[in-house]
């Protein structure tokens, strides 16, 4: 199945849909109605829309009249899913070391899944080609400090010391966050590269209350607060580093909504749960950075880092992960010359998989292979993406 009526594709073999609306609080009425229409589905509420993602196509329909009732029209061309594809020649030896790193639980491909479907499926598949060198591709994870201690990955080591490796040498920098500030009224609230707050809610009622409030509030101060729906959990997140001025560019005082977003989840009754909070990006060396993160760039349909300096491309409804690229020493021609064991993964609908196909190659990419509904792609330094249709 590719279609579910008109608004409805099958992404990496979940309904998925997105509503576009004209506000935060335009979207969490179309969140509330669903969370009367099922307790089980994943809501991720954006100032410019609403992503909906059902385990099965029972509710779609009824999703879909409540989202044309309040006006809200669907765009299938929005819809994409990234994921991180690890090859080991011994998958058993590298898997628990991910788990604890990223607190990610077994997937059904004998991968690993982000139990709140937030951050990128971690899936890793057997491969017996060599490539000892260093990886051009890590992951960062950044998780409240407790957490960090608790993973037991060994002593760090790096630039900053929050660097660990995997078996293979695959790394990841495995970073402590901090609280927001100091005032009481942000204690909810984490500094985990995201300013997040994840609250336990007792109710479908209490989750609506929650998003609604969250919607007004960020909505009145003029903030694109990413506000995530899941069974008896409300997130709100920040975006990477938005709660900086410098990021957001605009006239808000990120730590003052922080205050007003928990003073109305307290009153409504939610609890705040302080290990949940998890941030995930991806980081690529490349030699010429400007080359490679313009094709990412195109590939993805991502945005760029506003700030002078920074290097971040973003998904512009901030459902997928932030990309950030960094230079690699020109000399390193063997670790460059080598294949990753790490690459991007991304399904999209299968009716557009052939235009983004296009889109990637314009951009400079290479096909290195395809089969029925894959096609394996390199970017000008050969990182590869994997494009998957449906």
């Not at 954006?46 to 999703?63: C, F, N, Q």
């Amino acid at each position: 199945m590719t279609e579910v009526g008109t608004d409805w594709r099958v992404v990496d073999g979940v309904t998925t849909a997105w509503f576009d609306a004209p506000s935060l609080v335009g979207g969490a009425a179309l969140a509330g109605r669903i969370a009367e229409l099922s307790a089980e589905a994943v809501v991720d509420l954006r100032a410019t829309g609403v992503r909906v993602r059902l385990d099965s196509d029972e509710h779609a329909e009824a999703v879909s009249a409540a989202a044309r009732e309040l006006g809200l029209v669907a765009d299938p061309a929005a819809l994409q899913h990234l994921s991180v594809v690890l090859e080991s020649a011994d998958p058993s030896a590298v898997t628990p070391f991910w788990q604890r790193a990223l607190d990610y639980a077994p997937g059904e491909d004998g991968g690993l899944a982000d139990p709140l479907r937030r951050d990128p499926e971690l899936r890793i598949r057997p491969s017996t080609e060599p490539r000892p060198l260093r990886n051009r591709l890590h992951l960062d994870v950044v998780r409240p400090a407790a957490a960090v201690e608790q993973a037991g990955l060994g002593e760090a080591y790096g630039a900053f010391g929050v660097c660990h490796a995997d078996a293979d040498g695959n790394e990841v920098d495995l970073v402590p966050g901090d609280a927001l500030s100091e005032a009481i009224g942000t204690a909810d609230w984490q500094a985990v590269f995201s300013a997040m707050a994840c609250y336990r809610v007792a109710s479908p009622t209490q989750q609506q209350d929650l998003a609604a409030a969250a919607a007004a509030l960020a909505d009145d101060a003029g903030f694109p607060l990413l506000v995530d729906l899941r069974p008896g959990l409300v997130i709100l997140d920040s975006g990477k580093d938005q709660a900086e001025a410098d990021a957001h560019g605009l006239e808000v005082d990120f730590t003052d909504l922080a205050e007003h977003l928990q003073t109305a989840a307290r009153e409504i009754g939610a609890t705040a749960d302080p290990a949940l909070p998890r941030f995930a990006q991806l980081f690529l060396d490349a030699a010429d950075v400007a080359v490679v993160r313009a094709f990412w760039l195109a590939a993805l349909g991502y945005d760029p880092d506003r700030r002078a300096g920074a290097s971040d491309i973003a998904d512009p409804r901030r459902l997928n992960p932030v990309l950030v690229f960094q230079e690699i020493d020109t000399s390193e021609t063997e670790r460059r010359r080598q294949r990753n064991r790490i690459h991007v993964e991304l399904a999209v609908p299968s009716d557009l998989a052939r235009t983004r196909l296009a889109t990637t190659l314009a951009a400079g990419g290479r096909l290195l292979d395809e089969s029925a509904g894959r096609w394996r792609v390199a970017d000008p330094e050969g990182n590869e993406l994997v494009i998957v249709s449906g």
